[in-house]
Each structure stands twice: as structure tokens, then as C-alpha cells.
């Protein structure tokens, strides 16, 4: 158990909170600290344990215990909610905000932005989710970025970039599984850029990008891919088709570049 906090089932005598006429009411979750509480509420240690006289030990708080911030509090929102142009990442058993920052090609300062719900960036809790956001560089003129979204449970998502009159793409995959996962028959990942109405697919090998979890490809073709519908990444049991045949993990569409 954390050394700053216990359960209130350890001590049901834990003491209600002080008036707060001008603050705001907070219950403590795992992992807190009276330190923590301080600096995510941009307080200062000594302020929050003034407002508290009823903690004798700043030290020792419960689960579930009420304290008073003594600042006008506004909730931020869940990361699903600021991370519009990013992808959702499920924290897993021995993440740090540097090692997922590394994994995905970010600064660690770039991902302390992007999550402004972590009070502390040297703790994450498992199964807690965070936003992997995608840098904002300005795009040649051509180039068209798309967002793959996944069509199962368990997979982040991809990201594309495809010029349309002179076709080439380039995408990144994150959170794949090992394909026999899936189903043992199933061998490889390929991606497609798909134009439905005339049954055309241009093929994207994806391999190994040597970042776990991350998959590339790239494939410059002829012609155009004007008319063409989606991306879609599947998983498939035969190797170099021609069109696919497995099941869709991943889809985005390309209205956005029309």
C-alpha cells in the first residue's frame, strides 16, 4: 500500500472536511498525496494543509476521505474528450510517461501536454488512459493526413498520409496483436486504399517498424487514386493477394482529401 494513503476501512474515523465556502470539495483516490493534490490544483502545500486542520497528519490520508481545496475547482474533461486529434492509449504494468513518449516518437514534454488530467507525470495507474497525440507538423502540398479507427477492442488505431493525384501513401499502425491472435490462420497485416465502386485496391505492405506495437508501410503506385473511398488495414492468412480478404481491424475515409 502507497506510504501517504490507507483505506477507511483501516480507520472509520476519518474526519469530514472544514467549511469550504470559497473552495471546493475533493475525495482522495489512490495514489494521492497531499503534495500531489497541491501541485495538480496549482495550491501550495502549506494552503491546502491550512484549509485541512482536521488531517494531524499531512502525511497520512484515507481513500474516499473529503478534504476542502481551497480554490473554485473546475473538472477537467476525460482524455477522450481533449484528445480529438490524437489516439487513446491504455496504460499497461511497467509504463512510464518517458518510455511511452520514446514508443510513440514524442518529447516527454509533448506528452505531459497533451494529458493535463496527470497530476503527477511520475505516476500512472494501470488500465488509466492517456492521449498519444499527433504532432502538428504543417503538411506538404499534396498530402493528405487520415485518422484509421479501429473496428475492434484492444487495437489504438493508425495514421495515414496519401497524395491522391500522384498516389503514394504512408502509414503507421499502433497496437496491433500478433495476427494468430486473432485467428491462427492469419499470417500478416496488409493495408488497402480502396475504391469500392470499381473493385479497386492498391496494396500496403506493413512490417515491423523495430518500435513495439508499430507497424509502417509505404507504397508509391501509377495512375491516380481520384474516386478512390477508404484506408483499411486487415488481417489476413495468405500472403501477396490482391485484394482483401480478411477481416477489417482498421477504416478511414478519404473524404476528408476530396
Given at each position: 500500500m502507497h506510504p501517504n494513503y490507507m483505506s477507511p476501512?483501516?480507520?472509520?474515523?476519518?474526519?469530514?472536511?472544514?467549511?469550504?465556502?470559497?473552495?471546493?470539495?475533493?475525495?482522495i483516490r489512490p495514489g494521492d498525496t497531499m503534495f500531489r493534490i497541491a501541485n495538480r490544483y496549482d495550491i501550495s502545500l502549506t494552503q491546502l494543509i491550512a484549509a485541512n486542520p482536521q488531517i494531524t497528519n499531512?502525511?497520512?490520508i484515507f481513500v474516499g476521505q473529503r478534504i476542502c481545496i481551497p480554490k473554485v475547482v473546475t473538472p477537467l474533461p476525460p482524455p477522450e474528450e481533449f484528445c480529438p486529434d490524437g489516439i487513446l492509449y491504455t496504460v499497461q504494468r511497467g509504463d512510464t510517461m518517458f518510455n511511452i513518449a520514446r514508443?510513440?516518437?514524442?518529447?516527454?514534454?509533448?506528452?505531459?501536454?497533451?494529458n493535463p488530467q496527470i497530476p503527477d507525470p511520475n505516476v500512472l495507474e494501470i488500465g488509466q488512459k492517456?492521449?498519444?497525440?499527433?504532432?502538428?507538423?504543417?503538411?506538404?502540398?499534396?498530402?493528405?493526413?487520415?485518422?484509421?479507427?479501429?473496428?475492434?477492442?484492444?487495437?489504438l488505431g493508425a495514421t495515414a498520409f496519401i497524395n491522391i493525384p500522384d498516389p503514394t501513401v504512408w502509414?503507421?499502425?499502433?497496437?496491433?496483436?500478433?495476427?494468430a491472435t486473432i485467428d491462427t490462420k492469419y499470417k500478416c497485416y496488409y493495408a488497402w486504399v480502396v475504391d469500392r465502386d470499381t473493385e479497386k485496391y492498391c496494396r500496403v505492405d506493413l512490417k515491423d517498424?523495430?518500435?513495439?506495437?508499430?507497424?509502417?508501410?509505404?507504397?508509391k503506385t501509377t495512375g491516380s487514386f481520384v474516386g478512390y473511398d477508404e484506408i483499411?488495414?486487415?488481417?489476413?492468412?495468405?500472403?501477396?493477394?490482391?485484394?482483401?480478404?480478411?477481416p477489417v481491424l482498421l477504416r478511414g475515409s478519404l473524404a476528408p482529401c476530396r
Open positions: 476501512m483501516m480507520n472509520p474515523q476519518v474526519p469530514e472536511p472544514p467549511p469550504c465556502p470559497d473552495g471546493t470539495i475533493y475525495t499531512p502525511n497520512i514508443r510513440y516518437g514524442l518529447t516527454l514534454q509533448q506528452l505531459i501536454r497533451a492517456i492521449c498519444i497525440p499527433v504532432t502538428g507538423v504543417p503538411l506538404p502540398e499534396g498530402i493528405c493526413k487520415i485518422d484509421l479507427k479501429p473496428e475492434r477492442t484492444g487495437i502509414i503507421s499502425t499502433f497496437g496491433l496483436p500478433d495476427p517498424s523495430g518500435v513495439p506495437d508499430i507497424m509502417v508501410g509505404y507504397r483499411i488495414v486487415t488481417a489476413e492468412a495468405v500472403v501477396s493477394i490482391s485484394k482483401p480478404e480478411g
